[in-house]
């Protein structure tokens, strides 16, 4: 079958959880036999100007780099694109670019929704944005022939806002990592094996990372250094501010690596911070888990899982005295290399779900 994907700025190797959540899918779709075509925002991918990324084919299209409306005039013209290339499945990722499902029905394509969680809820939208993400969530929970969701939240959340309870769960998958054998890089950093605590992701204020830095200025602990790996797509007041609280703090700010750079930084770390206020199913969570990293989270529900500890892994979310004293528990008594059961994560398995749903709806 022939299956358009949009709602996504391009893979490969494009910051964001969408993003990474359709880099690991799509080539294994395309394995299983089908034709997969995924279409990229240009303004994200001009350092890759491939047109095939293990079997997806990948179609750059124009949008505006505005983060109020750049999601929905590109999944406007990818809509258009998919009905002339005759998909057989559109599949939109997120809300936001959800707002085009009733378009793409009209058109009479059949269209599958993965609801990656409550984008409104990101404190950098204003009243205008959240408005049009509410409206995605709503138009596509109710228009597309299938909805897939990534966590029991989400589930819980389309079931009692819009009466939909044929959801189908498919978490976000994990894959287990091939550890670095090198520390040229974090050595070029200053670090120390072990001797650093990690955080990864965008700069956005939802993220938290300001918390971590005031918990982490509160602590001071000897001879532990802070790494904060990211960037953020649209530099802000915000990410400025961040950077400088950064600096001032001592803190490490590697921008955004991929590769072989994070490889070194995951293997290496002590603890791995997720001190987040909104998240679907964090994929950096899952990735520090598949290195044996011991974990502190924010107790969000996106961040409880099975697998994690409730009175030892979590911190209240914003508490910044809770979260000093947790982190100087977990660093007082180390638990790194840690094992979880990540067997619900596997990417073989997920790829297998999904397209079954595709055969059931044609």
């Known amino acids: 079958m022939r299956i358009v994907v949009t709602g996504t700025r391009g893979i490969p190797d494009v910051q964001g959880g969408v993003e990474t959540h359709c880099q690991e899918l799509y080539p294994r779709i395309a394995a299983l036999g089908h034709e997969v075509i995924l279409i990229r925002r240009k303004p994200y991918v001009t ?32 809509v258009i694109e998919a009905k002339r290339l005759r998909a057989d499945i559109l599949h939109i990722h997120a809300i936001g670019p959800a707002i085009m499902v009733p378009l793409a029905k009209i058109l009479g394509l059949k269209v599958v929704m993965t ?17 049009i993400l509410k409206t995605g969530e709503r138009l596509g929970s109710r228009y597309s022939n299938r909805v897939i969701v990534i966590s029991k939240v989400i589930a819980d959340i389309v ?3 819009y009466n939909r309870h044929d959801t189908d769960l498919i978490y976000n998958g994990v894959t287990t990592p091939r550890k670095s054998t090198h520390t040229d890089y974090i050595e070029s950093l200053g670090l120390q094996p072990g001797k650093y605590i990690v955080a990864v992701g965008r700069f956005v204020k939802e993220k938290g990372f300001h918390d971590l830095i005031q918990a ?26 961040l950077k400088a609280q950064a600096r001032g703090a001592g803190a490490i700010l590697t ?13 290496n770390a002590a603890l791995f911070v997720i001190p987040s206020y909104h998240e ?13 990293l011991d974990v502190l989270a924010s107790d ?29 528990a977990k660093l007082s008594d180390p638990k790194t290399p840690r094992t979880y059961d990540l067997r619900p994560y596997d990417w073989e398995r997920i790829a297998r779900l999904t397209e079954q749903i595709y055969k059931e709806l044609i």
């Open 159 to 161: 079931s009692h806002k």
């Open 115 to 131: 609801n990656h969680g409550p984008d409104y809820d990101r404190q950098k939208w204003g009243r205008l944005a959240k408005t």
């Open 47 to 78: 350092d890759s100007p491939v047109k095939n990324y293990r079997g997806v084919k990948l179609i750059d299209l124009y949008t505006p780099r505005k983060k109020s409306f750049e999601a929905i005039i590109h999944t406007f013209l990818a």
């Open 216 to 241: 982490y200025l509160q602590l001071k602990p000897a001879g532990i250094k802070l790494v904060i790996a990211g960037d953020a797509d649209h530099p802000d007041t915000y990410s400025e501010s």
């Open 255 to 267: 921008g955004f690596i991929k590769g072989e750079k994070l490889n070194q930084l995951m293997t």
């Open 280 to 292: 679907g199913l964090p994929f950096t969570l899952l990735e520090a888990m598949s290195y044996n």
């Open 300 to 328: 969000i529900p996106a961040n409880q899982l099975a697998c994690l500890k409730p009175g030892t892994d979590f911190f209240n979310t914003g508490n910044i005295r809770d979260l000093s004293d947790r982190l100087n």
